[in-house]
């Protein structure tokens, strides 16, 4: 049934919606706690008044690299050890209580690690008095004056307040006080329990302003604790049984019809000083729930939250009663929670029940954090998560201050101990994040049509009627005898009314005429009587006119209120959607802000891409004119060659011819010779043969030159020619890099390679290249024939565009070297001819001859030698 009546009215009502643009962050603020011995070593700092710094203890590193790590935390103030209780109750309860007396909530807790002295802050002790004592103290200094009488206000038990008149309110006392058993309220003038005596020095009293003096005034208090997840009423009255003793009952929490969050069949007591009040509460600190531990020695157990709760109605158009109506009665309170502290059974030496005290404690307050980051992932990130409220007694009870229905304040206690480094900084980070928190700030209760100033107008009506009264028959504040007989003392006195002889004719007649002069006394004292209550009857028609007109006028100010509330309404909705519209226009805004963001990413990477293939493209395409103008450049050198070489071939096969014919003429003299001497007769014998070998003449076959060349070997004529030498193309005006390794072989040739205006290297370098516009490196490998064949390998220095340079390879020239076969014995030539015309003649066909041709070949020539160097034979005299 509960729940069913909740769905009928599944939001807050209008006007106790709060405006969402006005939003406050939530108060955090620090306060240090002094050390208990002076040697202990301290891992806080307060740095200013709004810092702290947190040093790591000796022995405890917060890093992997091993180094001690500092932590800076800021809040809206720091409290050090020397601040006391009441500039501490200045900075941060004091507004509280003042929002209190002007009808707006407020919530205020203490937080911290077991032992950090929550207790203390908030309740104190003789002569330092916490933040509850001085609340109290405030709140009755300000309202003394303007409380209503007792049992005026009652409470409906639906966490609303009725308001009944004096009479009622005087015969709810009587009943309480002669047929209820509830325990009566303790006087102002009992003596107070010596454990909370002087709390609070007169001189530290403090008085809120601007208080609405046309209001009554009533306060109730009620204290309850949250033990392992279950709300007592530490106020409740159990009937004693020594036999059987009951357990207290825990009380469930409800949702009253504006939809706020309050504790069903909890006690509120009504108090009227602050002495009674503070008396109520120590009667329920008594029963609150406490343990020793290895850590603190009172250790709390259980979170206390008092509630203090102040009823205020306004006065009536006359000023002198309470207005009787439900409607006008505004309810404000104020929560202040002594949280328990955060614990880790390693620690404290928990055992058992104290175990699962401080697992439930523990875990009441990772609820709260994780509220807190809920709350804050939503403000920060726009989202819409659900917060987990209800996992906790404690969130759920105080889950309307989060959602905008008062403000809410927390004071961090710390120990500056080593011991509890690691447990302050995760309060500390909690702390921090707390303060990102954004509360919607409470709207103000809404104004009556009274007029202002009721209370004061009506005091000073009574006291000018009064003075009038006295002047003219006495004060109307005694009682009816006395005035009676001050009215008997003003009438002229009766004579004697004694009758001593029945002839007396003097006694009656002055007695007559006694009588008739007060007679007429009185006739005078009621006709002026008459004449000042006709007086009274006028002015009091005059001022009941006035008040009708007032009234009228209020009245129709009241429905051109009721009218500007309405449009207030209806603009307060356009407002809200309007500002739906606009957060969804910038939600979508930033959708697109993402989205065209992303398409300039993709534009810039594209053009980018483009640019860099346009770049590749022009490069390839200088790189296909530099490689087209190279080829026609080839194309031409190598046309140029070869009609070079068609010249030099057909120049060697006339030379070839040329040889063969003069070979053929020699073999013809040489036989005709041969022939001549046969005939002769009478010939000398041949000289003996000398013991030294001459050299054989080659066969055809041995003087032809290897396999590389189609060229012949030249053979000796009368007349040698001289071939032209070409010359090097290295020999340019070019700067050469000469590249000769280290493990080059010097074979010790005759023709070597000469390069003039050259850097000799032995590796390349980019510093030598850089330099140079030419390239030529030594290289040596053995031929198919075994022997070792030099190839100089030629290319063009080009210049890279990052900067560096590269080799482009263009010919390679190859040097060789061959050796000949030598006979063993030298071929006769003739019998008649002298030994030495013999050698002379077929000299140039030897060893010495042939070795003397170099040969030069361009890189990827498939068809022989591009030029012959021969060298001049040395002729031998006859």
Not at 120 to 125: A, D, H, I, P, V
Not at 306 to 311: E, G, M, V, Y
Not at 587 to 601: G, R, V, W
Not at 725 to 733: D, E, K, L, Y
Request: charged share 30%.
């Amino acid at each position: 049934m509960i729940r069913q009546a909740k769905g009928k009215t599944p939001r807050r009502p209008p006007p106790k919606k709060p405006s969402s643009n006005q939003k406050d962050p939530v108060g955090v603020y620090c306060r240090v706690r002094p050390l208990g011995a002076e040697d202990e070593e301290c891992c806080i700092e307060v740095i200013s008044s709004s810092t702290i710094q947190l040093h790591a203890p000796e022995g405890f590193k917060t890093n992997r690299n091993g180094e001690y790590k500092e932590t800076q935390c800021s809040f809206k103030k720091v409290f050090g050890v020397s601040v006391s209780q009441m500039e501490l109750f200045e900075y941060v309860a004091k507004p509280l209580v003042d929002d209190l007396i002007h009808g707006k909530n407020g919530l205020l807790f203490t937080y911290g690690v077991t032992g950090s002295g929550k207790t203390f802050t908030m309740t104190g002790s003789p002569g330092q008095g916490g933040l509850l004592p001085r609340s109290l103290d405030m709140i009755f200094n300000t309202i003394g004056p303007y409380q209503a009488k007792r049992y005026v206000f009652k409470t409906d038990d639906k966490n609303g307040m009725d308001v009944q008149s004096e009479v009622d309110a005087l015969l709810e006392r009587q009943r309480r006080e002669n047929n209820l058993p509830a325990p009566k309220a303790t006087p102002s003038r009992q003596k107070l329990d010596p454990e909370i005596a002087d709390m609070i020095k007169p001189e530290e009293a403090y008085k809120a302003g601007g208080v609405d003096e046309d209001s009554s005034y009533s306060i109730f208090v009620s204290y309850i604790e949250i033990y392992n997840n279950y709300i007592y009423d530490l106020l409740e009255e159990n009937q004693e049984d020594a036999i059987k003793p009951k357990p207290p009952q825990s009380k469930i929490l409800r949702e009253d019809q504006n939809h706020n969050m309050y504790v069903s069949g909890c006690m509120e007591v009504e108090v009227k000083s602050a002495e009674e009040a503070f008396q109520v509460f120590w009667r329920g600190q008594k029963k609150r729930k406490i343990a020793n531990t290895r850590l603190n020695r009172e250790s709390s157990r259980s979170h206390s939250v008092f509630i203090i709760k102040l009823a205020q109605a306004p006065l009536d158009a006359d000023g002198d009663n309470i207005l009787q109506d439900k409607s006008q009665v505004n309810v404000s309170q104020l929560c202040l929670v002594d949280l328990a502290g955060s614990e880790r059974t390693g620690r404290t030496g928990a055992e058992g029940t104290r175990i699962r005290e401080a697992g439930n404690i523990n875990q009441s307050l990772l609820t709260l954090r994780t509220c807190i980051e809920i709350l804050r992932e939503n403000q920060m990130c726009g989202t819409n998560k659900m917060v987990p409220y209800r996992d906790s007694k404690v969130t759920h009870l105080f889950k309307n201050y989060f959602d905008g229905e008062g403000k809410v304040k927390m004071v961090v206690c710390v120990n500056p101990k080593a011991d509890d480094y690691e447990e302050t900084l995760l309060v500390m980070r909690f702390a921090e994040m707390t303060q990102e928190v954004e509360i919607a700030r409470p709207v103000d209760r809404p104004i009556c049509g009274f007029t202002p100033g009721r209370r004061n107008r009506n005091q000073a009506f009574k006291e000018e009627l009064s003075r009038k009264l006295e002047e003219r028959g006495g004060p109307v504040d005694r009682d009816v005898p006395s005035v009676i007989t001050h009215l008997v003392h003003s009438l002229p006195p009766l004579p004697s009314s004694e009758l001593t002889d029945p002839h007396d004719d003097i006694t009656l007649p002055r007695l007559i005429e006694t009588l008739q002069s007060r007679h007429r006394i009185r006739q005078m004292m009621i006709d002026e009587y008459n004449k000042a209550a006709n007086m009274m009857k006028s002015m009091l028609q005059e001022l009941d006119s006035n008040l009708i007109s007032k009234d009228n006028f209020i009245h129709e100010q009241n429905g051109k209120l009721f009218e500007k509330d309405k449009v207030i309404q209806t603009n307060k909705a356009e407002i809200e959607r309007l500002e739906k519209k606009t957060k969804m226009q910038e939600h979508k805004i930033d959708i697109l802000q993402k989205t065209t963001k992303i398409y300039e990413d993709d534009k810039r990477s594209l053009r980018q891409e483009l640019e860099t293939r346009e770049q590749r493209l022009h490069r390839e395409l200088s790189e296909k004119r530099r490689m087209e103008q190279r080829m026609h450049g080839v194309v031409s050198d190598t046309q140029h060659k070869w009609e070079k070489e068609c010249e030099r071939r057909v120049n060697a096969m006339q030379l070839e011819m040329q040889n063969k014919l003069w070979v053929k003429d020699e073999k013809l003299k040489q036989l005709k010779a041969i022939v001549t001497e046969s005939k002769t007769p009478g010939r000398p014998d041949p000289p003996p043969r000398q013991t030294q070998p001459q050299p054989q003449r080659p066969s055809r076959e041995e003087r032809l030159p290897a396999k590389r060349s189609a060229s012949p070997s030249p053979v000796p004529t009368a007349t040698p020619v001289r071939p032209l030498h070409r010359r090097s193309r290295s020999a340019g005006g070019e700067k050469w890099v000469d590249h000769k390794p280290a493990s080059s072989l010097d074979l010790g040739t005759v023709l070597q390679p000469v390069i003039p205006n050259a850097i000799q290297v032995s590796a390349p370098s980019e510093k030598a290249l850089s330099k140079c516009d030419r390239y030529v490196l030594t290289h040596q490998e053995v031929a198919s024939d075994g022997e070792i064949q030099t190839k100089l390998i030629k290319g063009e220095v080009i210049k890279t565009r990052g900067g560096g340079q590269a080799v482009q390879f263009t010919d390679i020239e190859t040097l060789k070297q061959e050796l000949t076969t030598v006979s063993s014995r030298k071929r006769k030539s003739s019998e008649g001819t002298p030994a030495s015309g013999d050698r002379a003649d077929g000299a140039w066909t030897d060893v010495e001859t042939r070795c003397s041709v170099a040969v030069e070949m361009r890189a990827g020539s498939n068809m022989g030698p591009g030029f012959e160097h021969h060298g001049i034979t040395k002729r031998r005299k006859p």
